[in-house]
């Protein structure tokens, strides 16, 4: 779950002046399960079945990208759930994807892998091998796990700081954001595409982004003074920012959604993801919850903060 800065962690950006995101791990999850298959052969189960004999005839991309980085051509079964849907959603669950498959079957093949080092190597995959037009956020969310100030260096190199804050003020963050599914599922390498281009052609999109990146440290640091309040004004001037990045991240009815909310009692809010589509969070006192819900009349969905990164939950050696 971003909440400001997104964007910022496309290279066409970063590699100039440097990005930085502010978001959470949340407590969703992308199940990973590895065993050997005794013909020697591959299967995949996820939201479809493969059963081939050969690396290179597998049609899921970050599944044959994910196998060839790690050295395996056959004699693997994967099978893989989610508790929300693949693609389209705004939540990272691509990236979420491939950062527990490397981490499953690394395990699988005896081997520890740090976050950092699931980070640099689930974006090598998606990016890198399947080019996808994305940026580097989720991987690192995923890996690592809590809130973090996720920062994009010019040489690449990415570095992750949790966010420093009391129990109760993160207690106060996590129980005033309240999330609706907007039914909209959607790729975003379109608007990320369009998104990359702007980036390097237009002096106006990299000032923006330059406000959306001092945003997280105006955020990071309000958090740390216990200064909640200040989180709803941060995450409205980062959509509004957002917004003006390239056409196509905001429609109509996300405006009315959005709109709706606002009069609600929201004081801020976002859409998730590239834009279009997916999940919408907006923060507000609790006791406004239940009137936004009935003003946007979308199904809400609960979500809570996760300190933890992928992990492996079950080892068997033999």
């Known amino acids: 779950m971003s909440f400001v800065g997104g964007g910022s962690d496309l ?80 939540l990272g669950s691509s990236s979420s994807f491939t950062v527990g498959l490397l981490n499953a079957v690394s395990a699988h093949l005896g081997r520890h892998v740090s976050a950092d080092e699931l980070g640099r190597r689930s974006c090598e995959v998606e990016i890198d091998r399947c080019g996808e037009p994305i940026g580097k956020q989720d991987q690192y969310a995923a890996a690592f796990g809590g809130v973090n100030l996720i920062e994009f260096n010019a040489d690449d190199s990415v570095a992750v700081s949790p966010v ?9 963050l996590e129980d005033g954001i309240v999330c609706f599914y907007t ?9 990320l595409r369009a998104q990359s281009a702007n980036s390097q052609e237009s002096a106006n999109h990299q000032a ?39 056409a196509g991240i905001a429609t109509p009815q996300i405006d009315g959604w959005y709109g709706a909310a606002r009069e609600a009692g929201a004081l801020g809010g976002k859409l998730l993801g590239a834009g279009a589509g997916g999940f919408l ?31 492996i939950l079950f080892y068997n050696p033999q």
Not at 210 to 233: E, H, P, S, T
């Open 11 to 90: 290279p066409a950006f970063y590699r100039r002046h440097g990005g930085a995101v502010l978001s959470t791990a949340i407590d969703k999850y992308v199940y990973v399960s590895v065993n050997p298959k005794f013909d020697g052969g591959i299967r995949l189960a996820y939201s479809k079945v493969e059963e081939v004999q050969r690396l290179d005839e597998i049609e899921h991309r970050l599944f044959r990208a994910t196998l060839e980085l790690l050295g395996i051509d056959g004699g693997v079964e994967v099978t893989t759930t989610a508790d929300i849907p693949s693609r389209g959603t705004g």
């Open 164 to 172: 420093i804050m009391s129990r109760g003020t993160r207690k106060r």
């Open 183 to 191: 039914g909209i599922t959607r790729s975003a390498s379109e608007i």
């Open 208 to 246: 923006t982004l330059k406000r959306m990146v001092a945003l997280c440290y105006r955020l990071r640091d309000d958090l740390a003074r216990g200064d909640v309040d200040a989180f709803g004004d941060i995450l409205h001037e980062n959509w509004e920012l957002k917004k003006t990045l390239t």
């Open 281 to 311: 969070i907006f923060y507000a006192p609790a006791d406004r919850h239940e009137a936004i819900a009935r003003a946007v009349g979308l199904r809400r969905i609960r979500m809570g903060f996760e300190p933890l990164g992928s992990r």
